[in-house]
């Protein structure tokens, strides 16, 4: 059976993420997903302060820190939206009714070892389908790339789709500029102008009301990719 991903603790997973991680050189190093032979998977998230996310406890929306980018707040009903999934499967939000659904934006498919982050991201929610959780990844990526990437991911539970026009990830967790990012970083060169989603969660209880919103940031406030979501405060938002 195919392993599953397993993130160094207490590392962002990219550099620049984190000038309070352990060690000196500890911003600079990127996070590794490592494969190994067991069939949990155990991306440890590192917790950041100053991330922006919201979560609804007790009937009552508790704002950690205000949400600044996508249009949509904790308590809001979750935009219906159509989207294609990996195999070209039409998805809508309507398909859910009367489910607790997860949406989890990240940047690209199979963006490597420069941000091993997304397969992180989406292989540590394998915990929540596992609960009977519907799960649906979203990215600017086609549907042939979501394809690959859903068989890569191996989890038959979760369907990612294209948002390839950005209009979804524009009104849940916003956009950044991800080519900058990357030329910032030395990685790329003139890719500056390649806009991805934000990588964000949103949780979407059974009414259709969202009940928890996060969004990557540093601690400037700032979109940064660097970071994963505490899956353990999305299961406590939505009682699993």
């Not at 941000?115 to 394998?126: I, N, R, T, Y």
């Not at 967790?173 to 003139?190: E, H, I, Q």
């Not at 500056?192 to 209880?205: C, F, H, M, P, V």
């Not at 990557?216 to 979501?229: E, M, Q, R, T, V």
């Amino acid at each position: 059976m195919r392993g599953s991903a397993s993130c160094a603790r207490g590392r962002s997973a990219l550099p620049g993420a984190s000038k309070r991680a352990s060690g000196s050189t500890a911003a600079s190093r990127l996070r590794r997903c490592v494969r190994e032979r067991t069939t949990t998977p155990r991306c440890f998230e590192r917790r950041v302060h100053q991330h922006q996310h919201q979560h609804q406890q007790h009937g009552r929306v508790s704002v950690v820190a205000r949400a600044t980018t996508g249009r949509v707040s904790v308590g809001d009903a979750a935009p219906e939206f159509e989207l294609l999934a990996g195999g070209f499967q039409q998805v809508k939000l309507s398909d859910y009714e009367g489910k607790k659904l997860v949406l989890a934006f990240f940047p690209c498919c199979f963006s490597g070892a420069v941000d091993d982050g997304c397969q992180c991201q989406l292989e540590s929610l394998k915990t929540l389908t596992d609960a009977g959780v519907s799960v649906l990844g979203v990215s600017r990526d086609q549907p042939f790339t979501q394809k690959a990437w859903m068989d890569k991911i191996g989890n038959p539970s979760l369907l990612t789709l294209s948002d390839f026009n950005l209009d979804v990830s524009e009104e849940y967790v916003g956009t950044f500029n991800f080519g900058a990012f990357l030329d910032g970083l030395g990685v790329s060169k003139g890719l500056t102008g390649y806009l991805t989603s934000n990588r964000g969660t949103i949780a979407i209880n059974e009414e259709g009301k969202i009940v928890y919103k996060w969004i990557a940031l540093d601690d400037a406030g700032k979109s940064h990719p660097g970071f994963l979501p505490d899956i353990e405060e999305v299961k406590k938002a939505l009682g699993v």
